[in-house]
């Protein structure tokens, strides 16, 4: 007997669900983080979608969130020309980040001791957590509005623009490494450090890169405008959405399309996979966060399946 999916729906946002982020796995599980333009980041227990909080202090939409690696902290970027550096604890602003335009995007790195914005400034600034009131790095290059901007490990930073271009940066030189031109403007990058992998989408394609190399991996065309998408933890499969409201599965090593699920009511502006790889999360122009069960059927979560029995006599489909 078929069992059907069936998303965890996370209500709370009013506005568009831009962005989201997981923490890793640490003793207490994992978490999520999302942005919206209604300019109230919420964070929630990853495997439920339970909600935990909300970040109250920003004055515009936000666009960008991040968590560091075991949930403890929290960082947003909005639209008020701020990035914020929270305790996800308590819910404290620790630090504002004082911008001169839009902030798009917000990481920190491996350690949690820096933080990188991009914003329409056209300028990427990478701040020391250690000491947040001293001048910022600046990266310059880019010839438009920044869109996203991450970590890779501690030493490296990939940067996708407005340009059509997709950027490596050295943390330590503050120079430009590597510069990759796309037939148009790259919508999402996922930096996978587990597997050195660059997930990224533009138009109507999702394609993967080496990280250590920057070396093309491979790419496949999807059946609508892509906005996100991201890679299992084990690189078995991936999932991306867009445009036409849906959520696409595809087998990773051959291409082919496993599922597709519309759920949402509007476009689809983010999708990311748990760090455990049992569910996957998706943000929407209709204002809902929506999580996915990775294997439908498995127990796990708020998900619980039932197998039904038969009377005797009576054969199940």
């Known amino acids: 007997m078929a069992v059907r999916q069936t998303p965890l729906t996370c209500h709370g946002h009013t506005r568009p669900v831009v962005q989201l982020d997981f923490s890793d796995v640490s003793e207490t599980g994992y978490y999520v983080i999302s942005a919206c333009k209604d300019g109230k980041p919420m964070m929630r227990q990853g495997d439920t979608g339970d909600w935990i909080g909300t970040f109250e202090g920003h004055k515009g939409a936000v666009w960008g969130v991040a968590l560091n690696h075991d949930g403890s902290k929290a960082a947003t970027?909005?639209?008020?020309?701020?990035?914020?550096?929270?305790?996800?604890?308590?819910?404290?602003?620790?630090?504002?980040?004082?911008?001169?335009?839009?902030?798009?995007?917000?990481?920190?790195?491996?350690?949690?001791s820096l933080l990188v914005t991009g914003s329409n400034e056209k300028?990427?600034?990478?701040?020391?957590?250690?000491?947040?009131?001293?001048?910022?790095?600046?990266?310059?290059?880019?010839?438009?509005?920044?869109?996203?901007?991450?970590?890779?490990?501690?030493?490296?930073?990939?940067?996708?623009?407005?340009?059509?271009?997709?950027?490596l940066w050295d943390v330590?030189?503050?120079?430009?490494?590597?510069?990759?031109?796309?037939?148009?403007?790259?919508?999402?990058?996922?930096?996978?450090?587990?597997?050195r992998t660059l997930t990224l989408t533009y138009g109507t394609t999702v394609a993967f890169w080496n990280l250590d190399t920057m070396s093309f991996i491979k790419e496949f065309e999807v059946p609508t405008q892509v906005h996100s998408a991201s890679i299992k933890p084990d690189q078995s499969i991936f999932v991306c959405g867009g445009e036409d409201?849906?959520?696409?599965?595809?087998?990773?090593?051959?291409?082919?399309?496993?599922?597709?699920?519309?759920?949402?009511?509007?476009?689809?502006?983010?999708?990311?996979?748990?760090?455990?790889?049992?569910?996957?999360?998706?943000?929407?122009?209709?204002?809902?966060?929506?999580?996915?069960?990775?294997?439908?059927?498995?127990?796990?979560?708020?998900?619980?399946?039932?197998?039904?029995?038969?009377?005797?006599?009576?054969?199940?489909?």
Not at 80 to 109: C, M, P, R, Y
Not at 130 to 136: A, G, K, L, Y
Not at 156 to 167: A, G, M, Q
Not at 296 to 315: F, H, I, R
């Open 77 to 112: 970027g909005a639209a008020d020309f701020t990035a914020k550096l929270w305790d996800a604890l308590t819910g404290t602003e620790i630090h504002s980040f004082q911008h001169n335009h839009i902030v798009k995007s917000v990481g920190f790195n491996n350690k949690g």
């Open 123 to 167: 300028l990427i600034r990478i701040f020391d957590l250690q000491r947040p009131d001293s001048d910022p790095i600046k990266l310059s290059g880019h010839d438009s509005n920044l869109r996203n901007c991450k970590f890779y490990g501690d030493n490296y930073i990939v940067s996708c623009s407005d340009d059509k271009t997709l950027r």
């Open 172 to 195: 330590k030189s503050c120079k430009e490494i590597r510069r990759i031109d796309f037939p148009s403007p790259v919508s999402d990058l996922e930096v996978s450090t587990l597997n």
């Open 245 to 317: 409201f849906k959520i696409y599965k595809y087998d990773f090593a051959t291409g082919i399309e496993l599922e597709a699920f519309k759920g949402h009511f509007g476009p689809v502006h983010c999708v990311r996979f748990s760090p455990d790889g049992e569910l996957y999360a998706s943000g929407s122009e209709d204002g809902t966060l929506r999580l996915w069960q990775t294997h439908v059927g498995k127990n796990y979560g708020l998900w619980k399946c039932v197998q039904a029995t038969a009377p005797e006599g009576v054969l199940l489909d």
